[in-house]
């Protein structure tokens, strides 16, 4: 039996629920329906507007250059610097005292507010140090740190010169690092002696000492002093507070071109080698902050957002970093964990800081449904208008559990699909126009081109399910793979001709909205059905005893793969004899009896990297009963001792 296109990934899961924006915020929302109007009359003339809400020292000549795909060139011979545009301009425009960033230690108590004028202060003195260093526009820079404000400096000072960062996870192994130095051959390393993590210091300088002695490319390694342990130190390193402390106040920002590169970043990697990720500077900016304006809403003046993601995530840069301070945003940089000192810490500082709008993760919101509703129930959340979530499909349940306890009901969820690779949010909703269905991304944002299609290519009609592509080139688009090339035009731009390839499932409602369905190597093959991970796990999470789950397909001599799932119950939930049957019922019930699991396995935890996704290939690994594969990229290795020895009890 062989599906037909059409039903490529299944299409089974069906969620009626629809959320009309709050009448006051599409009153007052920064962009309306007739964004998709315009953009879709006129896609380059749209994309033109938004590069005009940055300031270029010199104009372009020419929109886009699409004359040699996949090869993109954005506002072809306009000039800008990005750092200029998040920070001078803002100083200039008078409003140096605005706070830019709210920054929360992870040690209660430990706190600094940053104001606009005080973070180009900083970030002119890195990029004077930086040149001192002897870095020169081109050169790339890794940069190595726990969530402090200088890591965003350290980006910034990076842009300001022209010098291209790669920004590696704090955390990830020596192998991880030194791979990633080597791979892009950085000239500076800038990193702290350690963070803080779960209520204790924890050290970065000995993986960096060990990285360094194995990258001939690295000069010099600048050292934050976060914790004040002890550290080793050698003829390369600078300790940050004398180089940066010691330079100078000024420094006048130079033009660069605007594809001039500004990051490398290697993707998450939860398959094969890491790709560099190269992206550069007009476009990048241009996305980025347009994109952070239209689908936050953000007022600049009276709101304060909060992006909870880790620096060393793309969702770090383009939310983080360029996309809010390019707004003039304030916003809250949090260094910890959300269970550091208790379960509600998330919530003490939407609190304290009267956060408007949240961008979280999937896996973040989960968690905290497990944990229960009673812990945000005692805090005053009152401020939120606006909640994102980003990283991976968000289930209905946790979408409505995530509107319901933490937007009290009554905030907009804008839920957006995007990659290291796009730069940028490509699908969402708007908060101001869109009536928001629990579980769908929904519409490609105002001048992009997303459509999703069959194994021919062709678009599949409303009811459809296929893979998700981009038809037409988008100014935040990746430029390369950093030093290959042939694998940049092979992994995106081959599968489908004249299209970018995702890697994403998807399909299509008979709105024609999108809904995402997972990695497309992750999808199972049931009896000669194309099942979605998502679909299974997300009738999972539907039962009121589940939390998050994670599903695989298991080689299966019957059926080819049996679906095999993970399961982590909320926190009340008892496990009983009879539940397993249950959760299998249900999701049979839910999706229909194709999708009915061969397995449940209740686990206290899931294997996740650093950004939060499920890493389901490692779950595939023991499911099937193989060992391990490459877990550099892993958040803690010990889950899988747990997981697996759990799955020898169940045989
Ligand atoms: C920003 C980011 C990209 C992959 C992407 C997809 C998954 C991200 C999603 C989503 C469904 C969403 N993904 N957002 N899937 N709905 N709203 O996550 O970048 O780390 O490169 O991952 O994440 O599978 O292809 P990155």
Redesign the pocket.
């Known amino acids: 039996m062989t599906d037909t296109p059409q039903e490529t990934l299944a299409n089974l899961l069906t969620e009626t629920r629809r959320f009309d924006p709050p009448p006051a915020l599409a009153a007052t929302a920064n962009v309306t329906a007739a964004a998709y109007e315009q953009a879709a009359a006129d896609r380059l003339g749209f994309w033109e507007q938004a590069a005009r809400r940055l300031h270029w020292g010199t104009d372009w000549e020419q929109t886009l250059d699409w004359t040699n795909p996949p090869f993109a060139k954005w506002f072809v011979g306009g000039e800008l610097n990005v750092a200029y545009n998040c920070l001078d301009r803002h100083i200039e425009a008078g409003n140096g005292d605005r706070v830019a960033i709210y920054w929360e230690g992870e040690p209660a108590g430990d706190e600094r507010v940053i104001t606009y004028a005080e973070l180009l202060t900083e970030v002119k003195k890195a990029a004077n140090a930086l040149t001192d260093l002897g870095v020169v526009a081109g050169d790339r820079v890794a940069i190595y740190m726990p969530m402090i404000p200088e890591a965003a400096v350290a980006m910034l000072a990076c842009a300001r010169i022209g010098a291209t960062h790669s920004v590696v996870f704090g955390g990830f192994s020596v192998d991880a690092l030194s791979g990633r130095i080597n791979d892009a051959t950085a000239k500076v390393v800038i990193t702290a002696d350690g963070g803080y993590r779960r209520g204790k210091p924890s050290a970065l300088k000995p993986t960096v000492d060990e990285s360094v002695a194995l990258c001939p490319s690295v000069e010099k390694v600048l050292v934050v002093r976060r914790t004040g342990e002890d550290v080793a130190w050698t003829d390369k390193d600078v300790w940050w507070h004398d180089a940066v402390g010691s330079a100078s106040e000024d420094h006048e920002a130079q033009n660069f071109g605007a594809e001039h590169p500004l990051f490398i970043l290697y993707?998450?990697g939860t398959t094969a080698k890491p790709k560099g990720i190269l992206h550069t500077s007009g476009g990048y900016l241009t996305q980025a902050s347009y994109t952070h304006h239209a689908v936050f809403d953000l007022k600049p003046e009276t709101d304060v957002y909060w992006c909870t993601a880790d620096i060393g995530?793309?969702?770090g840069h383009s939310y983080i970093v360029y996309g809010p301070l390019s707004n003039g945003a304030t916003q809250v940089m949090y260094e910890g964990t959300p269970d550091t000192p208790h379960r509600g810490r998330f919530w003490e500082i939407v609190q304290k800081y009267k956060v408007t709008l949240l961008y979280t993760a999937p896996t973040a919101i989960r968690t905290f449904a497990k944990w229960g509703d009673d812990i945000p129930a005692q805090f005053d959340l009152s401020s939120l208008r606006v909640l994102g979530?980003?990283?991976?499909?968000?289930n209905p349940e946790a979408w409505i559990w995530y509107r319901d306890n933490i937007g009290g009901g009554k905030t907009p969820i804008v839920?957006?699909?995007?990659?290291?690779?796009t730069g940028s949010m490509m699908i969402s909703p708007l908060p101001g126009v869109t009536s928001t269905k629990p579980g769908s991304?929904q519409r490609p944002l105002p001048g992009i081109a997303a459509d999703v299609v069959d194994d021919e290519g062709k678009s599949v009609p409303n009811g459809g399910g296929g893979y998700l592509v981009l038809r037409e080139p988008w100014p935040s688009m990746l430029r390369g793979i950093w030093g290959d090339e042939q694998r940049f035009i092979e992994t995106y731009w081959s599968r489908f001709d004249g299209m970018y390839f995702?890697?994403?499932g998807a399909k299509r409602d008979d709105d024609g909205d999108i809904w995402?369905l997972?990695?497309v190597d992750d999808v199972m093959l049931v009896s000669g059905h194309n099942i979605s991970t998502t679909e299974v796990e997300s009738a999972l999470v539907s039962h009121p005893k589940v939390a998050e789950s994670a599903v695989v397909g298991a080689t299966d001599p019957i059926t080819g793969q049996g679906i095999v799932a993970f399961v982590i119950l909320v926190g009340s939930a008892e496990p009983d004899d009879n539940l397993t049957t249950e959760l299998r019922n249900h999701v049979a019930h839910t999706l229909g009896p194709i999708a009915k699991p061969r397995q449940i396995m209740l686990v206290p935890e899931l294997p996740k990297t650093r950004?939060g996704?499920i890493m389901r290939r490692l779950l595939r690994d023991v499911a099937e009963q193989r060992s391990l594969g490459d877990v550099t990229t892993l958040q803690d290795s010990a889950v899988m001792e747990l997981i697996a020895s759990g799955m020898k009890t169940a045989k």
């Open positions: 993707t998450s995530w793309v969702t979530s980003v990283g991976e499909p968000i839920d957006t699909w995007w990659q290291t690779e991304a995702a890697g994403d995402l997972g990695r950004s996704k």
